[in-house]
């Protein structure tokens, strides 16, 4: 079995900061990207950022130059810097690896339980 655990959620100001964390652990044979999406009230879920084990990024556009993915490959642990923060950021945030499990001939997706970002205008 394979868990995401995500944390670094909270309450910030517009224009503040937060750094967000997920870490998978478990049954991990390799990983092949890592990042974060959200999901607003009432809207769909939106990929945010992502990162391949080659270090390669995709960002939407709406934020990039404010947010930074980054990882630690040895830790299995998947980063989300943002910066410059405003109310429209508010939603919760979910951990997505894309990855193959041991006993696994596949890729698959796995998420974490989602850790809500708050920001008051």
């Known amino acids: 079995q394979v868990q995401l655990v995500e944390s670094g959620g909270g309450l910030v100001h517009a224009g503040g900061s937060l750094r967000l964390s997920c870490a998978a652990s478990?049954?991990?044979?390799?990983?092949?990207?890592m990042g974060w999406y959200r999901q607003a009230p009432g809207k769909q879920r939106e990929l945010v950022a992502a990162?391949?084990?080659?270090?390669?990024?995709n960002y939407a556009d709406s934020v990039k130059g404010r947010f930074t993915i980054s990882r630690d490959s040895a830790e299995n642990t998947v980063y989300l810097r943002m910066n410059s923060l405003k109310p429209e950021d508010a939603a919760v945030y979910y951990c997505?690896?894309?990855?193959?499990?041991?006993?696994?001939?596949?890729?698959?997706?796995?998420w974490g339980q989602g850790t809500q970002v708050t920001v008051s205008s």
């Open positions: 990162i391949t084990s080659g270090g390669s990024t």
């Open positions: 478990g049954s991990i044979f390799s990983i092949y990207a």
């Open positions: 997505n690896a894309y990855l193959e499990a041991h006993n696994s001939d596949r890729l698959t997706d796995f």
